[in-house]
């Protein structure tokens, strides 16, 4: 089996205004990336278009039918102070939604050994009602609602190294026995949540902060010490990977200051749980990234080191 890579040209339309660090950019630097001879053996799939229903699956249909309500067919609509719509915006978070639900699929069911969904804008703000902090659709909360109804997955680890913390998929499991949320990140910073109290009703909410100038040995012990135990105690049936690369320590956007190999570190360590929890199943899902240099080359050390599995 090969790592299946999800992408689609219809992420380029998603459009902000110049200067947002949230641009098209990212995804060429990412396509740049992937189109070296190493990566070669992936295999590339485009993305599906996924309707309501399966949006559903993490948010109310009033506010999905919202959203697309709030599509422009011409110029730029904000939503909020950071996370605005485009005429191809639609489009795109729809088969944002639709890559993460393919790339449970294939590796649910056997047909790829894991999956790297490659496309943007981000989805882990995104709270059940409210979209945010460039995000529209919570692409990994859908892709672990798709797993449990299609799939039979009694329990789903979400992970999330993203600088910033998920507080859309925070919110929308704050109350889920069968879903564990465990996040690195950034703390104080955008969007302000992800302390170490916030744990859930359930204690399935599992929050490591790092404080600003964390170099990759502090974040490499917090996942060890704060994470991994956790994972191995809730025995997924799947490891979802909420992939934002943006504590790389070139990002515009924090403080942080990871290099490419501890994203590939941490890759290896949710590789190996899955390999004795759950088969080896890993989905991973791009989040941020803003500095081009920064987002190629740690997409590239998580994406060789999937393909070692």
Request: hydrophobic share 40%.
């Amino acid at each position: 089996m090969t790592t299946l890579l999800l992408h689609h040209p219809a992420v380029l339309e998603h459009r902000t205004p110049t200067g947002h660090p949230e641009r098209p950019d990212r995804i060429r630097a990412v396509e740049r990336a992937l189109a070296a001879e190493e990566f070669s053996t992936l295999e590339r799939r485009l993305a599906e278009r996924a309707g309501i229903d399966t949006i559903a699956l993490a948010h109310p249909r009033a506010y999905v039918e919202a959203i697309e309500k709030a599509a422009p067919e011409e110029g730029l609509v904000g939503i909020d102070s950071d996370t605005v719509m485009s005429p191809g915006t639609l489009e795109a978070i729809q088969r944002g939604v639709g890559a993460a639900v393919q790339a449970v699929d294939a590796v649910m069911t056997g047909a790829a050994a894991n999956a790297f969904s490659a496309m943007r804008p981000p989805g882990h703000h995104a709270e059940r009602t409210r979209a945010m902090g460039f995000c529209f659709y919570n692409n990994a909360a859908v892709a672990a609602r798709h797993a449990q109804t299609k799939h039979g997955a009694e329990r789903v680890a979400i992970v999330d190294w993203d600088v910033h913390h998920g507080n859309g998929s925070q919110d929308i499991f704050w109350s889920d026995q069968t879903v564990l949320y465990a996040s690195t990140h950034q703390m104080p910073l955008y969007p302000g949540t992800g302390a170490l109290s916030e744990r859930g009703d359930f204690d399935t909410i599992v929050n490591a902060p790092l404080r600003p100038g964390a170099d990759g040995e502090t974040f490499r012990e917090a996942f060890d010490t704060r994470i991994m135990p956790r994972l191995e105690d809730f025995a997924p049936d799947l490891v979802i990977i909420s992939a934002g690369f943006d504590a790389h320590w070139r990002d515009p956007l924090a403080n942080l200051r990871l290099e490419a190999e501890d994203f590939a570190w941490a890759t290896r360590r949710l590789m190996d749980l899955a390999a004795r929890r759950c088969g080896g199943r890993v989905v991973s899902l791009l989040e941020g990234g803003y500095d081009l240099q920064g987002l190629s080359d740690s997409v590239a050390a998580h994406v060789r080191t999937l393909m070692e599995a």
